[in-house]
């Protein structure tokens, strides 16, 4: 079936460094989702990509689709505290159905 | 405006009790996709249901597991004579009428089993 692979599987980072997180589906994409999750909480809605090639910006985040569809990126420029979690991607195949991938844990060290 | 609603937000059974995890959606959204959570993994698709439909329930077991989303109501997941395997956190989301649109999540219900 389906699956969408998200790597790193954790990530330290120090306090104003960069962090990037990588989401690869082995089927094509009709769209991509990222998800925020904070320790203790539940998954937060942060943006979707429907175009090949998307690239959106959300402040220090950009989010990338690949051109083919199939793969995909969040990028976080001078990290900070607030910005600790477990980040998901999700990505819906033709059919509908949202499948996440793994997620990356960001920890920030100040 | 309220939110996805879950309850309880802690669930205690021992092994062969039955669990009901209930879950309202947002008001007006009429799909809803049940997740389950193990520590320090990602979210597992279980189910896919619309108002008094199941969509997709590829991702349950077929045994002991069943969910539904009655006409009125809030949709209910459950798990009969749970084992200490069923032992994760559950999120409920909900998603308005149109297909594509991003999931509203509750904040899950934690199930222990003893």
């Known amino acids: 079936g389906q699956q969408v692979m998200q790597i790193p599987q954790y990530q330290h980072v120090q306090e104003g460094e960069d962090f990037t997180t990588y989401c690869n589906s082995s089927?094509?994409?009709?769209?991509i989702q990222w998800y925020k999750q904070r320790p203790g909480g539940h998954p937060v809605f942060l943006i979707q990509?429907?175009?090949?090639?998307e690239v959106k910006k959300q402040k220090r985040l950009t989010f990338q689709f690949g051109e083919a569809k199939k793969n995909s990126s969040l990028h976080i420029t001078a990290t900070q505290t607030t910005d600790v979690g477990t980040y998901f991607c999700?990505?819906?195949?033709?059919?509908?159905?949202?499948?996440f991938g793994q997620g990356t844990e960001l920890s920030v060290k100040p | 405006n309220a939110g996805v609603m879950q309850n309880p937000r802690h669930l205690v059974r021992r092994r062969g009790q039955e669990a009901r995890l209930r879950c309202s959606p947002v008001?007006?959204?009429?799909?809803v996709y049940w997740y389950r959570q193990l520590p320090e993994e990602g979210l597992k698709f279980m189910v896919y249901?619309?108002?008094?439909?199941?969509?997709?329930e590829s991702g349950m077991p077929k045994e002991r597991f069943s969910a539904e989303f009655p006409k009125e109501g809030p949709s209910i997941l459950r798990i009969q004579q749970v084992v200490r395997g069923d032992s994760a956190a559950y999120f409920c989301?909900?998603?308005?009428?149109?297909?594509?649109?991003?999931?509203?999540f509750g904040s899950g219900t934690q199930l222990s089993v003893l």
């Open positions: 989301a909900s998603s308005p009428d149109l297909e594509g649109e991003k999931l509203f």
């Open positions: 089927t094509t994409l009709s769209n």
């Open positions: 990509l429907v175009k090949s090639g």
């Open positions: 999700a990505g819906r195949n033709q059919g509908g159905k949202l499948i």
């Open positions: 008001k007006g959204h009429s799909h």
């Open positions: 249901l619309q108002k008094e439909n199941i969509i997709d």
